[in-house]
């Protein structure tokens, strides 16, 4: 029986030191950065604020999915020795996963022996990496391939996300909302709260007036939602705004959140390039994601 290696991606915020201590390796895509192309992983071309720096100056960023030269390269450098788990972010964000079950069937086809399983993990950013990690914890179980999957397909709706932006240009440069939605909003200092509903779609179910009032949502609306555990972190990510997201931090400590431990961290590009600096969501497990967006 081969070995197993884990698969994750760029949208899935896993830095190089989390793939070296958990053995993943990491489908690049990449960004157009002021003129060149580079590697949109956390945060090995750019730091986070040369990013969140040239969007607050009005640098037009974009990201790209990852090249089926690159798919097929990771994918050939261990089909040999390994069998391949690759939880991969969500198809509704990313055409990444499709190019990747393709090429993954015409390499099973190829050759005899090959094992390709593709996840698509409901989820991106943080809550991609959850559902990598617990893939993780599974190999290192002694898991086999089909268990690992198995195992991991339950969780996916169970990860959740309260996230809310400081300004809506970004969602609009991204084709999240129109650009008149977006400038209305921002002159009404409107707020949405964005989740990954049920089909793992980036959607907003609500929108607050104030940056104060969308941060006390984001929390409000995790506590009443999650499954506290001491076993379990939760996640503060946030584009370039630590100081909003330790007083995010505060807010949760403040109501008796229950768990290991609560990390603030820079949401990677490809995710931050879309919702811009400031933006501040809150990741953890909890209540079934059942909510569905238009």
């Known amino acids: 029986m081969k070995e197993i290696k884990i698969f994750g991606d760029s949208c899935s915020d896993l830095t190089d030191e989390i793939r070296k201590k958990h053995d993943v ?54 089909m040999n020795d390994y069998d391949i788990v690759y939880v991969a972010a969500c198809e509704k964000l990313s055409t990444t996963i499709v190019k990747a ?56 709706k169970k990860i959740l996300q309260f996230a809310t932006v400081d300004n809506l240009t970004y969602l609009s440069k991204a084709e999240k909302i129109n650009a008149r939605s977006a400038m209305l909003g921002n002159l009404l200092n409107i707020k949405p709260i964005l989740i990954s509903d049920v089909d793992g779609r980036q959607v907003s179910m609500e929108s607050v007036k104030g940056r104060e009032k969308s941060l006390h949502t984001i929390v409000d609306r995790f506590i009443e939602n999650a499954e506290f555990s001491p076993e379990n972190s939760i996640y503060i990510i946030h584009g370039d705004d630590l100081d909003t997201a330790l007083k995010v931090k505060e807010m949760l400590t403040d109501r008796g959140c229950v768990c290991k431990e609560i990390k603030a961290v820079n949401v990677g590009p490809v995710i931050g390039i879309s919702t811009g600096p400031g933006m501040v969501g809150i990741f953890g497990y909890g209540k079934e994601v059942t909510f569905k967006g238009a």
């Open 25 to 78: 390796v990491s489908i690049d895509q990449t960004i157009f950065f002021k003129g060149k192309e580079i590697s949109a992983d956390p945060w090995k071309d750019v730091t986070p604020q040369e990013l969140y720096g040239a969007l607050r100056e009005g640098n037009r960023i974009y990201t790209l999915p990852a090249t089926e030269y690159e798919i097929r390269r990771k994918f050939t450098k261990y």
């Open 101 to 156: 079950r393709r090429i993954a069937e015409e390499l099973m086809q190829e050759n005899e022996g090959v094992r390709i399983e593709i996840v698509d993990s409901l989820n991106a950013s943080i809550g991609q990496l959850f559902v990598t990690l617990r893939a993780c914890q599974l190999r290192d179980e002694g898991k086999t391939v089909d268990e690992i999957i198995e195992g991991i397909k339950p969780i996916r």
